[in-house]
């Protein structure tokens, strides 16, 4: 597979990606911000997914895979932070519902702020409202800066040059936020093991392509 930087805010970038597949697919067709994508290419033997190609008993006005973007595995969406424009915050990161639990999210995290580096911004920030979203953020060399956004998101942040230093009782601190909400038997379990390990190890920046280059 590859990464790859569609564009900026300023550029308008778009995608289709598959509201079955996808979370938060609908955010991805605004061209309000920036987009990055990891993409399967055929030449690795990473073929698209055509496990729901369309057939004949679909309805007249019902939109099939050649309506989407078939080749992406994971997207990222990003704009400059409101209040703070030396900041890059990513809104939105997706994962295609089969890929998930490969590490697709973490890299994409960890390219994105390499070519927000390249941009000029000092910072790279998320806010994630899940255990496997934080641990996702973590791996690409975010932590945790003790703060919460008001929809229960915790927000996370890191230079945009390099990983933040790892401090496992600040990463612990965050799981706990998670382990004080309602949580099933398998989540809890989950984060217990995952606050016993610590911080995981730090992915190193994919390689990809870009605009212009």
């Given amino acids: 597979m590859e990464f790859a930087l569609l564009g900026w805010s300023s550029d308008g970038p778009t995608l289709r990606l598959d509201h079955r597949r996808f979370a938060y697919a609908g955010k991805f067709v ?12 055929t030449n690795e033997g990473d073929a698209p997914d055509t496990t729901g190609a369309p057939n004949t008993n679909r309805p007249p006005n019902a939109a ?7 080749d992406v595995l994971a997207a990222a969406s990003f704009s400059a932070d409101r209040t703070d424009h030396d900041r890059l915050c990513i809104r939105y990161v997706t994962v295609r519902s089969d890929r998930r639990g490969e590490g697709l999210g ?16 000092d910072r790279v920030r998320i806010a994630v409202n899940n ?13 945790f800066t003790g703060a919460e ?12 040059t390099r990983p933040t230093p790892r401090d496992a009782d600040i990463y612990r601190n965050g799981l706990d936020r998670y382990r004080e909400r309602e949580l099933d038997d398998e989540t809890a379990a989950e984060l217990a093991d995952a606050r016993a390990a610590g911080p995981p190890d730090v992915v190193d920046p994919p390689g990809g392509t870009e605009p212009g280059r």
Avoid: H, I, N, Q
């Fill in 106 to 121: 973490s890299r994409l995290l960890a390219f994105v702020a390499a070519r927000a580096a390249d941009r000029g911004y």
């Fill in 30 to 41: 605004v061209g309000s911000t920036g987009k990055a994508v990891g993409r399967a290419t």
């Fill in 149 to 160: 956004t008001g929809l229960a998101e915790l927000v996370c942040e890191r230079p945009a």
């Fill in 131 to 143: 255990p496997a979203a934080y641990r996702a953020a973590y791996r690409a060399g975010f932590a």
């Fill in 64 to 70: 099939v895979d050649t309506d989407y973007d078939d």
